[in-house]
């Protein structure tokens, strides 16, 4: 009895102590990758800054400055900038491989209809979340920065020599030291702009349209998987409505434009996500019909809608 039992115990280990195994290698794997991606990204992280900054630049330009500059306060400050790029960017690169590692741990354990199933989310992911990342970069950071910068209706030029004084030139060309010219205008005010704080309030743009983006994938997903239903989605819109308002203001500046605009895409997405969860349904009432479970007149809502019927209460007859 107790061989027996031994067995049985060494027998369940083992498939736990391969699975361990192979969970380890995937992961060193992704790490390898993320490393590699991180190191490419570093290589080319001043232009990626320079091209992640450039709405806040061509927005100065439009407003007077000739020549827009962004200051680090701190020595470690613009390293650090350059790291985080990295580090976004690198995870960015290395993403096919630790989709591929992941896709490889997992699929095993899938039969072939979940297999079907979950691999086009796979791919759709990354690929929303790029079109929602350039919609923010190209268009709502954009608009963003006008507005938070508009408010400088000054010349940058005049603020600059307010603040700093103007050089003069002497009879044999040599330069004086500044001098800050007297004025009864009141304080010189202008944008001195951080790297760090700059390029945050970029990623947050795109992280957050990145993240919304999704919705069509993950509504699609739980759709396949029966969570939800197309008629329990268009049933939910005003209360979807009230919260990509409420989204809308949290994630933008306090702009009427750029919140409309987020509201437009992102609600755009949930009817998008509505007609695609009615396609997967349509496949599955076509399967369940070939399989003999659904008649040719039913659909998935009546077996709901029948006992919907019969719990309600019968009217009592009046006197």
């Avoid at 390898?32 to 091209?51: C, D, W, Y």
């Avoid at 796979?122 to 950071?141: H, N």
């Avoid at 998008?272 to 396609?279: F, G, Y």
Wanted: aromatic share 10%; net charge negative.
């Amino acid at each position: 009895m107790s061989d027996t039992v031994d067995e049985e115990i060494e027998d369940s280990s083992a498939p736990l102590i391969e699975h361990l195994a192979e969970l380890r290698t995937r992961l060193i794997r992704s790490v390898l990758a993320f490393v590699v991606g991180l190191v490419l990204a570093f290589a080319v992280a001043e232009p990626i800054l320079q091209f992640l900054l450039m709405p806040i630049e061509q927005t100065l330009r439009d407003l007077g400055d000739p020549a827009p500059v962004l200051q680090f306060t701190a020595p470690q400050e613009y390293l650090f900038t350059l790291f985080r790029i990295s580090m976004v960017f690198g995870f960015a690169l290395a993403f096919p491989v630790i989709a591929f590692q992941l896709w490889r741990f997992v699929a095993p354990g899938l039969y072939r209809t979940e297999k079907n199933a979950f691999l086009p989310f796979i791919i759709a992911s990354p690929v929303m979340f790029l079109i929602g990342a350039s919609f923010a970069l190209f268009i709502v950071v954009p608009l963003a920065m006008q507005f938070l910068l508009g408010f400088a209706t000054f010349s940058f030029s005049d603020a600059l020599q307010t603040a700093f004084g103007a050089v003069g030139v002497t009879g044999d060309g040599a330069a004086t030291a500044p001098v800050a010219p007297e004025t009864e205008d009141g304080l010189a005010i202008t944008f001195f702009g951080k790297v760090n704080e700059s390029l945050d309030l970029t990623l947050k743009f795109i992280m957050a349209f990145g993240l919304c983006f999704q919705l069509p994938v993950l509504l699609t997903l739980m759709g396949k998987a029966g969570l939800v239903s197309a008629r329990g989605l268009g049933a939910m819109r005003k209360y979807a409505m009230v919260g990509i308002l409420v989204l809308a203001a949290l994630v933008t500046p306090p702009d009427v434009i750029t919140q409309l605009i987020l509201f437009v895409a992102v609600y755009g997405l949930y009817e998008v996500s509505i007609q695609l969860v009615k396609m997967v349904e349509r496949k599955r009432v076509q399967q369940l019909r070939e399989e003999g479970v659904l008649g040719e007149d039913e659909d998935l809502y009546s077996e709901f809608d029948d006992d919907e019927g019969e719990g309600e209460p019968e009217e009592e007859p009046k006197a």
